[in-house]
């Protein structure tokens, strides 16, 4: 039988895919961006935008314990009003949904009180 296309060429030698200088950066290259992408421990932090545009807000590092409590008090508060707001008006299971951040919001309302109210106790002890 006669084939229409000849064989290929017989290579005795098999050379690495990583054996030119080339290959070994493009292999450094790819293990670089997939420790970056699978977040593997002991890689460089990112820099990218969306790194940055996620630390928009930062905590002072002095701040007084005090008045960070009232800030965190303040923000459950807040956030407690604008879901009862939003349950009003749904219905159903959206609702409950709402209603069960609610909840959840209200307990870190409580524990923020508990916060300040030690915070203050310490500080007129």
């Given at each position: 039988m006669i084939k229409p296309t000849p064989n290929p060429p017989e290579t005795e030698d098999s050379t690495s895919p990583y054996a030119s200088a080339d290959s070994t950066r493009l292999h450094e290259a790819a293990e670089k961006a997939l420790d970056h992408y699978l977040k593997k421990p002991g890689a460089a932090p990112s820099c990218n935008s969306v790194d940055r545009g996620m630390q928009m807000f930062m905590v002072a590092p002095?701040?007084?314990?005090?008045?960070?409590?009232?800030?965190?008090?303040?923000?459950?508060?807040?956030?407690?009003?604008?879901?009862?707001?939003?349950?009003?008006?749904?219905?159903?299971?959206?609702?409950?949904?709402?209603?069960?951040?609610?909840?959840?919001?209200?307990?870190?309302?409580?524990?923020?009180?508990?916060?300040?109210?030690?915070?203050r106790a310490i500080a007129v002890a």
């Open positions: 002095d701040i007084n314990p005090e008045a960070m409590a009232i800030q965190t008090y303040e923000t459950f508060s807040s956030v407690s009003i604008l879901l009862l707001d939003l349950a009003d008006s749904l219905e159903d299971k959206p609702r409950h949904l709402a209603m069960a951040i609610y909840q959840l919001s209200e307990m870190g309302l409580l524990l923020a009180e508990k916060a300040l109210d030690q915070e």
